[in-house]
């Protein structure tokens, strides 16, 4: 180091934000070494992994930086030492002498996280929490910048979550983490006591503010100081020294909020917030609050800076000691922080830019590590996201842009230029499509759409997206049972923004149609666009909204009868929405209007025609509606032809089961043959009254009550116009009917005129025809109703009735065996008190035997101790009958063998000799 500071000594660019931090700050910032060879400047980074998922994060962290670096002519020595609890198992200490040094003597430290359960109960100084507090102690790093900006897993709802683009500078150095005095002692009482102490001088609350003030100014000018003035003296001191401040900033509107309360305005609107400005432990909480507006903690940098001295950069979260050694974390807060280290620790923003950059475009590639995955997005590990990046760096050329600290948001370059490699051709992809009944004929086009990447590579702001959009937009793939009016609704309030909705079919996509949108303007196309982009079609489903900005679109030819490779260029005559008879564009124009627009947006014409009519509409089958009016259509099929997008593909007689001749009735849909075969469809007239069936062949409708076809006009097969059948259809040979058209030379104004009266009449004809519908299909229902409740109630009382007997003679039976039971049972308990007396007499005599018995035997017991004494020669009176017990000459016998007895018996008996002897 000390020889490469005598080869190149670069001082190293600082934010803005730390240039004359403080008024009486004389110390000049430390000028830091980065040695520039011809080739490649040099670095040393002290990287501290620490515990945890700590280890895991930085490495990739890492070879991020090292990818970015040597894009961008950066090396770095890397010098990797032991902190926290891999430091206590180590050496036995938590921030090691060496480590401490080594960090000093770098240019910037990268920490992963420290902690664990294996060291909760150490002893303070021994915990490896203490570590980190001495580093940033040792560094002096008291400001600490936690950015928070929006990514698409909040847990937040989206109108809340979304845009919040805020910044937490916490004062990191000072505060009760450090106050004195701290500790846990005994007091009188004898009860143990904790505490600790919450100090700020004034010069450090002066410092901080200072940075805050800066970051605000660059940032939108917004500086919140969030304290508990109304309770803590400290916070008192530290609201009137920012207060002073703000007078050095007008151009800065500073407000203030307490604590708890900035807890509860973050998750209810965070969007309120640009910087905020707090202490050590207030900011430790609300930015880890921060981060979940975000979608996790896994995704928030930060960097903690001195006015000298390297800058620590790390993750705002800990060890996570729940997921370590699982490849589970979400490496993306520490890659950040090391872009900050780039930006803040180096002043490389080109290379912070790539990474922060190549992030975006991992996200919006719909890669996610656990704690952000949802529904339809790829659920990667810890290291496959850090390969993602890793490769994404390379391909990034930097813009301007910032997500990290949302400052100074400019205008990224065209879309050339967006990846060093890229053309225009690479950021847009081309989609062919077509429109039209396929029976009629098809509309054939290919759109121009800005791909995903063309926009993931940059920020969600409006002016980071594609230079070259227009207020045309594509939806790809909305799942076929959307009905027009299901995506009407979806748009929602945009609605009123949307000129034209046109639907298409994608070449090859079966179950899924497209619906190319022109808006009215820019900044409401930009803002759908950032509404909608992602959003779910329906909580239900795991469909979502695939949004692209639209290049532009060319219509390539028509594979009807009629020629119409060409859309006319003129003005567009405006037939009536069938629904209200209300003007509306032809259905060619969206392709008109995109080419126009992607010409110059010129079309005044145009803007008078949508202003009178609202938004439009234009079906698959190339019907032009009001949104409004085609809003109220409540099938996916369309209300003027009824092709549908989903019917199937080969129609059959309900009946027969006949593909040939079929009809199809255009009040319920029922598909019957024509007279030649079945004559299903005309039975199902005279069973159900409907009487307009719809020939699927031709989409000519026939009236079964006039006899007829309904339409009086056709399209011409030759010039594509409305032509009028020469008076009523004549029975054709398919059995129907059928009608000439004479291909004539009416003026337009005539036509047109005739057109309005004809669709007043078919619309006053089908309202009538619907009222009768209604009330006939009411009666159907009111039939059916009373006949399933009618048959109901009978099935009923003949079930009733049927099983009634069975259950009765169910029931005596139980009743008969309840009562044998209640008989059995009372029986039982008269013997049961029988028997009880019998036990109890026969326990008193059995008492009474064992009495007597023991009597006897103690009475025995003495007889035996007394002829025992006199065998041994006693003298006594007693003794001479003993004696004359043992001389054979008396036998002491009680006369009734009662223990009591005194009489004894004398009884001849053997001698003493013969006893002897036996
Ligand atoms: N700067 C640091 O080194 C910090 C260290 N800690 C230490 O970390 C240890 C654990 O503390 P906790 O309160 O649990 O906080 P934590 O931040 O480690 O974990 C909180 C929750 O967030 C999850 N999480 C954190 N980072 C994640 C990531 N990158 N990817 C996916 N999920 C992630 C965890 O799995 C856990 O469920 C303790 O020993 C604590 O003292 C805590 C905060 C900061
Ligand atoms: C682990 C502590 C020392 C610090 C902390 O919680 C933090 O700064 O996020």
Same mark, same amino acid.
Not at 612 to 621: N, P, Q
Not at 659 to 673: D, Q, S, Y
Not at 685 to 712: I, K, M, P
């Given at each position: 180091?000390?020889?490469?500071?005598?080869?190149?000594?670069?001082?190293?660019?600082?934010?803005?934000?730390?240039?004359?931090?403080?008024?009486?700050?004389?110390?000049?910032?430390?000028?830091?070494?980065?040695?520039?060879?011809?080739?490649?400047?040099?670095?040393?980074?002290?990287?501290?992994?620490?515990?945890?998922?700590?280890?895991?994060?930085?490495?990739?962290?890492?070879?991020?930086?090292?990818?970015?670096?040597?894009?961008?002519?950066?090396?770095?020595?890397?010098?990797?030492?032991?902190?926290?609890?891999?430091?206590?198992?180590?050496?036995?200490?938590?921030?090691?002498?060496?480590?401490?040094?080594?960090?000093?003597?770098?240019?910037?430290?990268?920490?992963?996280?420290?902690?664990?359960?294996?060291?909760?109960?150490?002893?303070?100084?021994?915990?490896?929490?203490?570590?980190?507090?001495?580093?940033?102690?040792?560094?002096?790093?008291?400001?600490?910048?936690?950015?928070?900006?929006?990514?698409?897993?909040?847990?937040?709802?989206?109108?809340?979550?979304?845009?919040?683009?805020?910044?937490?500078?916490?004062?990191?150095?000072?505060?009760?983490?450090?106050?004195?005095?701290?500790?846990?002692?005994?007091?009188?009482?004898?009860?143990?006591?904790?505490?600790?102490?919450?100090?700020?001088?004034?010069?450090?609350?002066?410092?901080?503010?200072?940075?805050?003030?800066?970051?605000?100014?660059?940032?939108?000018?917004?500086?919140?100081?969030?304290?508990?003035?109304?309770?803590?003296?400290?916070?008192?001191?530290?609201?009137?020294?920012?207060?002073?401040?703000?007078?050095?900033?007008?151009?800065?509107?500073?407000?203030?909020?307490?604590?708890?309360?900035?807890?509860?305005?973050?998750?209810?609107?965070?969007?309120?917030?640009?910087?905020?400005?707090?202490?050590?432990?207030?900011?430790?909480?609300?930015?880890?609050?921060?981060?979940?507006?975000?979608?996790?903690?896994?995704?928030?940098?930060?960097?903690?800076?001195?006015?000298?001295?390297?800058?620590?950069?790390?993750?705002?979260?800990?060890?996570?000691?729940?997921?370590?050694?699982?490849?589970?974390?979400?490496?993306?807060?520490?890659?950040?922080?090391?872009?900050?280290?780039?930006?803040?620790?180096?002043?490389?923003?080109?290379?912070?830019?790539?990474?922060?950059?190549?992030?975006?475009?991992?996200?919006?590639?719909?890669?996610?590590?656990?704690?952000?995955?949802?529904?339809?997005?790829?659920?990667?590990?810890?290291?496959?996201?850090?390969?993602?990046?890793?490769?994404?760096?390379?391909?990034?050329?930097?813009?301007?842009?910032?997500?990290?600290?949302?400052?100074?948001?400019?205008?990224?370059?065209?879309?050339?230029?967006?990846?060093?490699?890229?053309?225009?051709?690479?950021?847009?992809?081309?989609?062919?499509?077509?429109?039209?009944?396929?029976?009629?004929?098809?509309?054939?086009?290919?759109?121009?759409?800005?791909?995903?990447?063309?926009?993931?590579?940059?920020?969600?702001?409006?002016?980071?997206?594609?230079?070259?959009?227009?207020?045309?937009?594509?939806?790809?793939?909305?799942?076929?049972?959307?009905?027009?009016?299901?995506?009407?609704?979806?748009?929602?309030?945009?609605?009123?923004?949307?000129?034209?909705?046109?639907?298409?079919?994608?070449?090859?996509?079966?179950?899924?149609?497209?619906?190319?949108?022109?808006?009215?303007?820019?900044?409401?196309?930009?803002?759908?666009?950032?509404?909608?982009?992602?959003?779910?079609?329906?909580?239900?489903?795991?469909?979502?909204?695939?949004?692209?900005?639209?290049?532009?679109?060319?219509?390539?030819?028509?594979?009807?009868?009629?020629?119409?490779?060409?859309?006319?260029?003129?003005?567009?005559?405006?037939?009536?929405?069938?629904?209200?008879?209300?003007?509306?564009?032809?259905?060619?124009?969206?392709?008109?209007?995109?080419?126009?627009?992607?010409?110059?947006?010129?079309?005044?014409?145009?803007?008078?025609?949508?202003?009178?009519?609202?938004?439009?509409?234009?079906?698959?089958?190339?019907?032009?509606?009001?949104?409004?009016?085609?809003?109220?259509?409540?099938?996916?099929?369309?209300?003027?032809?009824?092709?549908?997008?989903?019917?199937?593909?080969?129609?059959?007689?309900?009946?027969?089961?006949?593909?040939?001749?079929?009809?199809?009735?255009?009040?319920?849909?029922?598909?019957?043959?024509?007279?030649?075969?079945?004559?299903?469809?005309?039975?199902?007239?005279?069973?159900?009254?409907?009487?307009?069936?719809?020939?699927?062949?031709?989409?000519?409708?026939?009236?079964?009550?006039?006899?007829?076809?309904?339409?009086?006009?056709?399209?011409?097969?030759?010039?594509?116009?409305?032509?009028?059948?020469?008076?009523?259809?004549?029975?054709?040979?398919?059995?129907?009917?059928?009608?000439?058209?004479?291909?004539?030379?009416?003026?337009?104004?005539?036509?047109?005129?005739?057109?309005?009266?004809?669709?007043?009449?078919?619309?006053?004809?089908?309202?009538?025809?619907?009222?009768?519908?209604?009330?006939?299909?009411?009666?159907? =229902?009111?039939? &059916?109703? @009373?006949? *399933?409740?009618?048959?109901? %109630?009978?099935?009923? /009382?003949?079930?009733? !009735?049927? +099983?009634?007997?069975?259950?009765?003679?169910?029931?005596?039976?139980?009743?008969?065996?309840?009562?044998?039971?209640?008989?059995?049972?009372?029986?039982?308990?008269?013997?049961?008190?029988?028997?009880?007396?019998?036990?109890?007499?026969?326990?008193?005599?059995?008492?009474?035997?064992?009495?007597?018995?023991?009597?006897?035997?103690?009475?025995?017991?003495?007889?035996?101790?007394?002829?025992?004494?006199?065998?041994?020669?006693?003298?006594?009176?007693?003794?001479?009958? =003993?004696?004359? &017990?043992? @001389?054979? *000459?008396?036998?002491?016998? %009680?006369?009734?063998? /009662?223990?009591?007895? !005194?009489? +004894?018996?004398?009884?001849?008996?053997?001698?003493?000799?013969?006893?002897?002897?036996?």
């Amino acid at each position: 180091m000390a020889a490469a500071l005598q080869t190149n000594i670069r001082p190293v660019k600082f934010p803005a934000t730390f240039r004359a931090l403080t008024k009486q700050s004389a110390a000049p910032f430390r000028v830091r070494c980065a040695v520039t060879s011809p080739e490649k400047k040099r670095y040393n980074i002290t990287l501290l992994p620490g515990d945890g998922i700590g280890p895991e994060v930085v490495s990739i962290a890492k070879n991020v930086l090292q990818q970015a670096g040597s894009l961008e002519g950066l090396e770095f020595s890397f010098q990797e030492m032991p902190i926290g609890g891999a430091a206590l198992d180590l050496v036995g200490v938590p921030l090691p002498e060496e480590t401490i040094s080594s960090a000093k003597e770098s240019d910037a430290v990268l920490l992963g996280a420290i902690g664990g359960y294996k060291w909760d109960n150490n002893e303070k100084h021994l915990r490896p929490e203490k570590g980190l507090l001495q580093l940033r102690a040792g560094l002096k790093v008291f400001a600490n910048l936690r950015p928070a900006t929006l990514v698409d897993a909040s847990t937040l709802k989206r109108e809340v979550a979304e845009g919040v683009d805020l910044m937490v500078v916490r004062e990191l150095t000072g505060g009760i983490y450090f106050g004195e005095p701290r500790g846990i002692k005994t007091n009188e009482n004898g009860e143990e006591v904790g505490f600790n102490t919450e100090v700020y001088a004034a010069h450090e609350i002066d410092r901080i503010a200072r940075v805050a003030f800066e970051t605000a100014r660059k940032r939108r000018g917004k500086l919140c100081s969030v304290d508990k003035a109304n309770v803590l003296e400290a916070s008192v001191l530290w609201r009137k020294i920012v207060t002073a401040l703000a007078a050095e900033y007008p151009d800065v509107e500073l407000t203030h909020m307490y604590v708890d309360n900035a807890a509860m305005q973050l998750v209810r609107d965070p969007k309120q917030f640009d910087t905020i400005v707090t202490n050590n432990i207030f900011g430790d909480i609300l930015s880890d609050e921060a981060s979940m507006i975000t979608g996790s903690i896994g995704m928030l940098p930060s960097a903690s800076l001195s006015d000298s001295g390297p800058g620590l950069f790390e993750p705002i979260h800990g060890s996570a000691p729940d997921i370590a050694g699982q490849d589970k974390a979400n490496p993306l807060a520490t890659i950040l922080s090391a872009a900050m280290l780039l930006k803040y620790g180096l002043g490389e923003e080109k290379a912070a830019k790539r990474i922060e950059e190549a992030v975006l475009v991992a996200l919006n590639k719909g890669f996610r590590t656990g704690d952000i995955y949802s529904a339809g997005t790829k659920l990667v590990g810890c290291k496959e996201m850090g390969e993602e990046v890793c490769k994404l760096v390379d391909k990034m050329m930097p813009s301007t842009s910032s997500i990290i600290a949302g400052e100074e948001s400019v205008v990224p370059p065209p879309l050339a230029s967006v990846s060093g490699e890229s053309s225009l051709s690479d950021m847009t992809q081309t989609v062919h499509f077509s429109s039209g009944n396929p029976r009629i004929g098809e509309t054939r086009g290919v759109m121009h759409l800005f791909s995903d990447d063309a926009v993931s590579s940059s920020s969600s702001s409006s002016s980071n997206l594609p230079i070259g959009r227009n207020p045309l937009v594509c939806v790809l793939g909305v799942p076929n049972h959307m009905t027009y009016a299901d995506f009407c609704q979806f748009c929602g309030s945009f609605i009123q923004h949307i000129l034209e909705m046109r639907t298409v079919r994608n070449d090859g996509v079966e179950n899924r149609y497209s619906i190319l949108i022109r808006f009215d303007s820019q900044e409401s196309t930009d803002t759908f666009y950032q509404h909608f982009r992602g959003k779910r079609f329906n909580s239900l489903e795991e469909d979502v909204c695939r949004l692209l900005f639209t290049l532009d679109v060319q219509f390539t030819g028509y594979s009807g009868s009629i020629d119409h490779t060409q859309p006319s260029a003129g003005p567009i005559e405006q037939p009536t929405c069938p629904v209200c008879l209300g003007k509306v564009l032809t259905s060619v124009c969206i392709i008109q209007v995109s080419i126009w627009l992607s010409r110059a947006l010129e079309s005044a014409n145009l803007d008078r025609l949508d202003q009178d009519t609202g938004g439009i509409l234009t079906t698959m089958c190339n019907h032009s509606f009001h949104c409004s009016c085609i809003s109220n259509w409540p099938d996916s099929s369309c209300p003027v032809c009824r092709y549908c997008q989903q019917q199937p593909e080969n129609s059959v007689c309900c009946v027969c089961q006949t593909t040939e001749n079929l009809w199809m009735c255009v009040i319920c849909g029922v598909v019957g043959c024509g007279r030649y075969k079945g004559g299903h469809a005309r039975n199902h007239w005279e069973e159900t009254e409907h009487c307009y069936s719809l020939e699927l062949e031709t989409q000519r409708v026939w009236d079964y009550a006039g006899d007829n076809y309904v339409h009086r006009l056709i399209q011409s097969k030759t010039d594509g116009k409305l032509v009028e059948l020469n008076s009523h259809g004549s029975l054709s040979k398919d059995g129907c009917g059928s009608c000439e058209y004479s291909d004539s030379g009416l003026t337009d104004a005539l036509l047109n005129s005739k057109v309005d009266m004809i669709i007043s009449e078919y619309n006053e004809l089908l309202q009538a025809q619907l009222e009768n519908q209604k009330q006939y299909f009411e009666k159907l =229902l009111q039939n &059916v109703k @009373e006949e *399933t409740e009618q048959k109901v %109630s009978e099935a009923a /009382s003949k079930a009733i !009735s049927q +099983r009634l007997p069975k259950l009765q003679t169910k029931l005596d039976r139980c009743l008969k065996e309840k009562q044998f039971l209640e008989d059995l049972n009372e029986n039982l308990v008269k013997n049961k008190d029988v028997w009880s007396t019998k036990i109890t007499e026969m326990e008193e005599r059995e008492k009474k035997l064992i009495q007597a018995k023991d009597e006897k035997i103690q009475y025995l017991e003495e007889q035996l101790g007394k002829l025992m004494a006199q065998m041994d020669g006693g003298e006594s009176e007693e003794g001479s009958e =003993l004696k004359e &017990v043992q @001389e054979g *000459t008396v036998l002491p016998i %009680s006369a009734n063998t /009662s223990p009591s007895g !005194s009489e +004894r018996v004398k009884h001849a008996s053997k001698s003493k000799g013969n006893r002897r002897k036996g």
